[in-house]
């Protein structure tokens, strides 16, 4: 897994990113409006393509794009 594919994933996932914008050191927070329901689709999106199950405090102790990946790719079998 690549975070190129990641960050592709996200932007085809949320229609407020403009393709393009997200990078490894994006602040996903700030990128756009972020809410509980952003969170749920995030949840959703990373159990659906890879099979790894994250939580709140997971998407609260990452600040960018990157950390979330690194807690994905730890998780992935």
């Avoid at 949320?14 to 997200?22: A, C, Q, S």
Wanted: hydrophobic share 45%; with cysteine; aromatic share 10%.
């Amino acid at each position: 897994m690549k975070i190129e594919d990641f960050i592709t994933c996200l932007e085809e996932e949320y229609e407020d990113i403009t393709p393009g914008t997200l990078k490894p050191q994006s602040i996903f927070r700030e990128v756009f409006e972020w809410n509980s329901i952003n969170a749920l689709i995030l949840i959703a999106l990373v159990k659906t393509q890879y099979d790894v199950t994250i939580n709140a405090e997971d998407i609260a102790a990452s600040k960018t794009v990157e950390d979330l990946f690194r807690i994905i790719t730890s998780r992935v079998k």
